[in-house]
């Protein structure tokens, strides 16, 4: 019995021992396991924290680069102006504004000269079908442009008693109309001249920015960029504004010629219109 009783607690010593041992074993096997997570989750904190605190470092150091401002046409083309040739620059100026004078004046001229044909011809036709000629010369004085000073010219003759037949009549039409025309396109040969000098400026100075680029080569003996580079830039500003000055004088020249086109044809209705009234009146020898 006791060896019975001895046996059993043997057992029960060595089973508790081995549950222990492999008890021992498990907490061990996971430990690892548990340490290498905290290890992971604690490098992982102090990496960001790491990076957190290079970033803050960083941000502070970036700048912001500032926006420069584009230049305007208008700021783009003074500084343009000033750092081409003086001379040749100003003589392209001097042929500009020459040439804008002589296009304002033809376009201030041209607008004065224009009136409403239709309406005033009628009136001309209504008092010289009353008999009222020296009232309609009158009007004419009273009214600009190149169409009242045909009609002015030929309601002379008519009022007159050796110039009132159709043939002379007609012919004075055609002499007034010939100097009013002559009127019209006066100054606009200067226009043109101004339209042909600008570009020729702009090559002139061209052809002396390149001679001496070259002269800089001769001195330095040397053909790098550096040394013709002003040359060469001083030549294609000066042939860039010699085109432009001519193009803007280009634009009014033209417009100008259209006014003048638009008056010449008013004048030619006025004086068919004109003839016939005379024609009309008894005062006119057939």
Sequence with gaps: MKKYFAFVAMVAAFT???TNSVMAQDEAA???????????????VAADSVAADSVAEAAPEETVAP?????????????????????FMSLVAIALVL??????ERVIYLTLAQV???????????KVA????????????????????ISKKALTALNSTDQND???????????????????????SWITLFIAMAPSLGFLGTVIGMVQAFDDIERAGDISPTVVAGGMKVALITTIFGIIVALVLQVFYNYILSRVEALNSNMEEAAMSLLDTCVKSPK???
């Design 130 to 149: 009353a008999g009222k000629v020296e009232e309609a010369i009158a009007y004419c004085e009273g009214t600009r442009g190149p169409v009242a000073q």
């Design 30 to 44: 996971e430990a690892p396991e548990t340490e290498q997570v905290d290890s992971a989750a604690v490098d992982s």
């Design 99 to 104: 040439g804008l004078a002589f296009c304002i």
């Design 116 to 126: 409403n044909t239709q309406k005033f011809m009628k009136a001309i036709s209504d």
């Design 166 to 188: 159709i043939a002379t009549i007609e012919r004075t039409i055609n002499i007034e109309a010939e100097v009013q025309g002559a009127y019209l396109e006066e100054n606009c």
């Design 284 to 286: 006119c020898q057939k």
């Design 67 to 87: 926006v420069e401002e584009e230049e305007g046409l208008h700021k783009t083309l003074k500084t343009k102006f000033i750092e081409g040739d003086a001379g």
């Design 16 to 18: 508790f021992g081995m």
